[in-house]
Nanobody
Framework: QVQLAESGGGLAQPGGSLRLSCTSSERTFSNYAVGWFRQAPGKQREIVAHRNRRYDTTYYTDSVKGRFTMSRDNAKNTVYLQMNSLTPDDTAVYYC?????????????????WGQGTQVTVSS
């Protein structure tokens, strides 16, 4: 069982930044493709970004392109989501998810393991 733990959420002002971390105890975590999702109140869970292990490329949903950056440090078994130029529309619970595949996916149903989520609130 792969366990994931997110951290780094909190309150940010519009235009501010936060960095989320997703850490796993799984020693082969580098073999897993990882995605970041978010869910705002009353809305469906949506993809934010996912990273393909095979080609080392990252997909970003249009609304975060140019503002968010996903990266991973395999030595630390950690995946990051750097979020800049935050807006109130970014307010949501953010989740990281993992699947044992070369490829990430935008469909949450394709992921086998989920963290508990971390709240991000953007407000002045």
């Amino acid at each position: 069982q792969v366990q994931l733990a997110e951290s780094g959420g909190g309150l940010a002002q519009p235009g501010g930044s936060l960095r989320l971390s997703c850490t796993s105890s799984e020693r082969t975590f580098s073999n897993y493709a990882v995605g970041w999702f978010r869910q705002a109140p009353g809305k469906q869970r949506e993809i934010v970004a996912h990273r393909n292990r095979r080609y080392d490329t990252t997909y970003y949903t249009d609304s975060v392109k140019g503002r968010f950056t996903m990266s991973r440090d395999n030595a630390k078994n950690t995946v990051y989501l750097q979020m800049n130029s935050l807006t109130p529309d970014d307010t949501a619970v953010y989740y990281c998810a993992a699947r044992n595949s070369y490829y990430g996916s935008s469909d949450p149903h394709d992921y086998d393991y989920w963290g508990q989520g971390t709240q991000v609130t953007v407000s002045s």
